[in-house]
């Protein structure tokens, strides 16, 4: 699975960005997808999750309300659409994957994407 991700950039606090993760490869094979973010100095955190059968999603709590994660199965793809963003936001944004089953269960990562909230 290879993905690929899109739509980081420079907004002011209060705006909005949309990120999108296109995935390709073996993508029968994944069961969730996932948005991480790691700002300077610290680690990688989960921001957003969906399942790719359901769609049931899960969010950091820091995010809940301002963020929405959704999935087009058709296309391979899942967005992020941020709202209200505010500068403590600024992160290297990740696209993740979980696929497969038992042993053959793997993860993979995307290469990030900037986004920066100036105040």
């Known amino acids: 699975v290879q993905l690929v991700e899109s739509g980081g950039g420079l907004v002011q606090a209060g705006g909005s960005l949309t990120l999108s993760c296109a995935a390709s490869?073996?993508?029968?094979?994944?069961?969730?997808m996932a948005w991480y973010r790691r700002a300077p100095g610290n680690e990688r955190v989960l921001v957003a999750v969906?399942?790719?059968?359901?769609?049931?999603?899960d969010y950091a709590n820091s995010v809940k309300d301002r963020f929405t994660i959704s999935r087009d199965n058709a296309k391979n793809t899942i967005n992020l659409q941020m709202n209200s963003l505010k500068p403590e936001d600024t992160a290297v944004y990740y696209c993740?994957?979980?696929?497969?089953?038992?042993?053959?269960?793997?993860?993979?990562w995307g290469q990030g994407t900037q986004v920066t909230v100036s105040s």
């Open positions: 993740y994957a979980d696929a497969g089953v038992g042993a053959r269960r793997a993860s993979y």
């Open positions: 969906i399942t790719t059968n359901g769609g049931n999603t």
């Open positions: 490869g073996s993508t029968f094979s994944i069961n969730a």
